[in-house]
């Protein structure tokens, strides 16, 4: 009979999930001590530091730090001028730091376009870090040397 074994297995799992303690309040680490069996008495704990939020309603704000190893061209989702035209609002999907870091930003401009290139890579000062893998949408601001007027703007990274 299968139902037997699968019962009995969905029994040890439902045993083996605990419950997720209380929330606790953001500016404090988590900490989570679990003893094993056959393991010395003292338990082993992991603590989990809290994350940075990007800003609420809107993507995190992101200046280029320009000390990544192997930078690499990142596709943006759109650029968006300011009022006067002087600057252009560049937004575009990452991960987080110090995995994913704005390396610099390349602006190209001619009489008929602006290209806008995103660098990004990981911090170079950072090592032997481990990342989640989450998506983050970032945003950063680049003047222009001319109005943007009728040009048409580019991703360099396409």
Do not use: F, Y
């Not at 303690?21 to 338990?43: C, D, F, H, I, N």
């Not at 993507?59 to 600057?87: I, M, Q, Y």
């Not at 170079?124 to 870090?129: D, E, L």
């Amino acid at each position: 009979m299968i139902a037997t074994p699968v019962l009995a297995g969905s029994l040890l799992l439902a045993l083996g999930c605990g419950t997720e303690p209380s929330a606790t309040a953001p500016s404090q680490p988590v900490s989570r001590s679990t003893a094993l069996p056959g393991a010395p008495s003292e338990p082993a704990s992991h603590t989990v530091a809290p994350r940075d939020e990007p800003t609420r309603g809107g993507p995190k704000p992101t200046k280029p730090e320009g000390h990544t190893e192997n930078p690499r061209k990142v596709r943006w989702l759109k650029a968006t001028p300011s009022k006067d035209g002087r600057s252009l609002r560049i937004t575009w999907w990452s991960g987080v730091e110090p995995c994913n870091v704005l390396d610099r930003v390349t602006v190209r401009e001619t009489a008929k376009r602006v290209t806008v290139t995103l660098w990004e890579g990981p911090s170079s000062k950072a090592q032997n870090v481990a990342c989640i893998e989450i998506a983050i949408q970032k945003v950063t601001t680049v003047k222009l040397k001319k109005p943007l007027g009728s040009r048409k703007v580019v991703d360099g990274a396409r």
